[in-house]
């Protein structure tokens, strides 16, 4: 049974037998993943395949009057509410909830097991019994309260899992909206992963970059590693002019603490008269993560050779302001100096007017 949590972390099939296993093993005919959002006051059911059918519709008309709202604070503190425990068996009878909705439905009573602690959201698993069927038994409730963390943890592992799939999504869908080839590689040429532009130009004649790092030119492989920092305390960017006026631009990749990755790795732009480059904000922030007010700063500095007081001045921000948006800008590119930044922004050739 927690082996099937586990392993529903990545599997909706295996998920929704999971949570059915515990329902069995509980002793339950029906069972759902609930959650209360505080602000709202309103209840959701985020998971009903182990429910009776129908019922699910009748929990949100009838959640209004759902006795199980006075257990919300003994839920947040993550304590098992168990409604025949909290009310009594003859509290429950004169109760319209019980009386008109769940008894006509078959279902006598239910118990609901808190399985995180969101700010705003507290989910939980709602585990029904039929009518004329005892209260939980004392091994059920244990099996209740073994039960509970590893439910809490799979549940948030699986909200993780959607989340960095949602993310991936639309970072897949941003890097294919540029019409020039974007690849994230590793020192020796390997392709980890690449946009629609970047797959076509793979498949090009005389390609520098191959299905087999072992045949990468060793010009590339050198940039790539300078670009990885294998030669250098800190990496740093570098360009390479190709066949057809195209050019290879090899960049550190940012945010690599957050990839789960073995090595260090490269990220390469292609640039040249045949791939239509984006606005310059949205190559910036595609590519660095640039907050909207780095990429004004930026671009004023692409654009004039002032000093940073009068950057400040002209952008009407304070010395300190632009200070600190120039740091993160070198963090988010591995740059030291606004001449290494502008730099690798006449490499990309980011700037530069397009021809119509």
Request: net charge positive; aromatic share 4%.
């Amino acid at each position: 049974m927690l082996e099937g949590l586990y392993e529903g972390i990545a599997s909706p099939g295996k998920w929704q037998g999971a949570l059915q296993q515990v329902n069995t093993a509980l002793g339950g005919v029906s069972a759902a993943l609930v959650s209360l959002h505080r602000p709202s006051d309103q209840l959701t059911i985020e998971y009903a395949g182990a429910m009776i059918p129908d019922l699910a519709a009748g929990f949100a008309a009838m959640q209004d009057v759902d006795p199980g709202r006075a257990a919300v604070p003994l839920l947040a503190a993550g304590k098992i509410y168990i409604d025949h425990d909290f009310h009594g068996h003859a509290g429950l009878l004169r109760m319209p909830f019980y009386r008109d909705f769940l008894h006509p439905a078959g279902i006598g009573h239910y118990a609901l097991i808190p399985v995180g602690t969101e700010a705003d959201e507290l989910p939980a698993l709602s585990v029904q019994r039929e009518v004329g069927r005892r209260s939980f038994t004392s091994r059920e409730r244990q099996l209740m309260q073994a039960v509970q963390p590893h439910l809490r943890n799979a549940l948030a592992l699986r909200k993780q899992l959607q989340h960095q799939r949602a993310e991936s999504l639309v970072l897949k869908s941003t890097l294919d909206a540029l019409n020039f080839p974007l690849l994230v590689c590793s020192p020796r040429g390997r392709v980890v992963i690449g946009n629609a532009a970047g797959t076509r130009w793979l498949r090009t004649p005389g390609c520098p970059l191959t299905p087999d790092p072992n045949h990468t030119p060793a010009i590339v492989r050198r940039l790539l590693e300078q670009a990885c920092g294998r030669d250098a305390d800190e990496p740093r960017s570098g360009s390479l002019m190709l066949a057809g006026d195209d050019i290879l631009v090899a960049l550190p990749l940012a945010g690599q603490a957050d990839v789960s990755w073995p090595d260090a790795l490269a990220l390469v732009a292609i640039q040249g008269p045949q791939w239509r480059k984006p606005p310059a904000g949205t190559l910036l922030r595609a590519l660095f993560g640039l907050t909207p007010a780095e990429i004004r700063l930026v671009q004023h500095m692409m654009r004039h050779d002032d000093p940073l007081p009068a950057v400040a001045e002209q952008l009407q921000l304070s010395l300190n302001t632009v200070r600190t948006q120039l740091r993160s800008v070198f963090q988010k590119t591995h740059t030291r100096r606004q001449s290494d930044l502008l730099r690798l922004i006449g490499q990309l050739a980011l700037l530069r007017p397009t021809a119509p």
